[in-house]
């Protein structure tokens, strides 16, 4: 199958998707200020999004339940780590949340969409191939570094925003 076949052979609710997401990316590379709840919707997507992959591709198997969540825990961490290293301030009485621009979410975003796309592709036309460990572990594997370094980053911007002292961020900066 030639790359112009895999794209016509697409499903058509792909394109919006990724056109989406690629729109969320963009917008995440400049700084915001947002609740913070509102910055925890796209982790908490992309964690609902790997369990109900891995489950629905892979059922409740220890075998392939186990490195997920290694995986998502080694992600978490990086994830952490990341947030660690960025600086934000907070608005208690309002809940809001500055956080720096960035490239990460863009190419975290960029990089689940793609395993999932390669391997959503694999799994239609290769079935078999993912009764080989080196096949769904890969999956399953990427899939749970993804997730947890969404997850991690989160739960990082949320210990700092709990540690960082009040500021005001409804007051515009001119």
Known sequence: MNPLQ???GTPVWVWPLLALLVFLGIRALRPTTAPI?????????????????LFNLHGFALSRSLPWAVAFVGGAGIGMLIANSQSIRADKTHRLVHVPGGALTLVLILLI???????????????????QPRFWLTEIVISGVLAGMFIGRFVGLWRQYR????????VSSA
């Open 6 to 8: 895999i794209v016509a």
């Open 37 to 53: 709840w509102r910055i925890a919707i796209l982790p908490a997507i992309f964690f609902v999004w790997g369990l109900i992959s």
């Open 113 to 131: 969409f793609v395993t999932k796309y390669v391997f959503g592709f694999l799994h239609a036309t290769q079935p078999a191939q993912f009764a």
């Open 163 to 170: 540690a960082a002292p009040h500021a005001d961020l409804t």
